[in-house]
């Protein structure tokens, strides 16, 4: 089911042409000796645009209980090329992964750009409550990412798209997608930092989305998947 492209990603545009201005490029040569330096210098590296999505009080959730869901923020401002929009959801505490996903994930099916809010923690070495695989994040071939990562832990974390084969490295490597990395990719960002990746994915291949500071991403790692089968993107447990 399409699921419109939320306000979120206005307020990330707003947010992000205003955070260039103050940006320091945190993607320095000495720590990620890349090639897309240009066009890292354009992502803003400490803005706190995904910071409002997450609720404070949000536990690590269980793989089969995906965490409690707060009320669809309601903006004023209305998407006008968004397809019609589902209702918001009634109840504040309807489990289920869907309803999770419409708190961490947006899809914009006209430009076929998927939203997602990664969050570090937020608390431990997990990304959105999970660990060592078991979340993925599925997304249609070719989509363009937008990936907003926020780190809500108390130490220190990055977050980069790295192959879904071979052994787990045990500190950030080079990313397996142009772009898809974060700035401080080996230290890590603090707490209540964050960074967004922008990147397109291919038409099909398996990833882990994994935190590049050194003995984290042994544990600290999910699964993002590129399904040519897939209409939109979802997010929720790993299906054995
Ligand atoms: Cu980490």
Same mark, same amino acid.
């Given at each position: 089911m399409p699921i419109p492209l939320s306000t979120r990603f206005t307020t990330l545009l707003v947010a992000g042409t205003a955070g260039i201005v103050g940006a320091?490029?945190?993607?320095?040569s000495d720590e990620s000796p890349r090639l897309e330096t240009a066009a890292a210098?354009?992502?803003?590296?400490?803005?706190?645009?995904?910071?409002?999505?997450?609720?404070?009080?949000?536990? &690590?959730?269980k793989p089969e209980t995906p965490k409690t869901v707060k009320p669809a923020r309601k903006k004023p401002v209305v998407e006008a090329a968004a397809p019609a929009p589902k209702p918001a959801?009634? &109840?504040?505490?309807?489990?289920g992964s869907k309803a999770g996903q419409e708190k961490s994930l947006s899809y914009d099916a006209a430009t076929n750009t998927v939203t997602f809010e990664l969050i570090g923690g937020p608390h431990g070495f997990q990304f959105n409550g999970y660990a060592a695989g078991g979340a993925t994040l599925t997304i249609p071939p070719k989509a363009n990412v937008v990936m907003n990562f926020t780190n809500k832990d108390g130490t220190p974390h990055s977050a980069e798209v790295i192959s879904g084969e071979g052994p787990l490295p045990n500190a950030g490597v080079?990313?397996?997608?142009?772009?898809a990395y974060t700035s401080q990719l080996l230290q890590g960002l603090p707490q209540e930092g964050g960074d967004v990746m922008r990147f397109q994915v291919p038409e099909s291949g398996t990833y882990r989305i994994f935190? +590049?500071?050194? +003995?984290? +991403?042994?544990?600290?790692w999910i699964w993002m998947k590129v399904d040519p089968a897939a209409k939109v993107p979802s997010f929720g447990p790993t299906k054995a």
């Open positions: 320091s490029c945190s993607k320095s210098a354009t992502v803003p590296a400490q803005q706190p645009v995904t910071s409002v999505d997450t609720p404070s009080t949000a536990e &690590a959730p959801p009634a &109840a504040d505490s309807t489990p080079d990313p397996a997608i142009p772009r935190c +590049g500071v050194p +003995g984290h +991403g042994i544990s600290m």
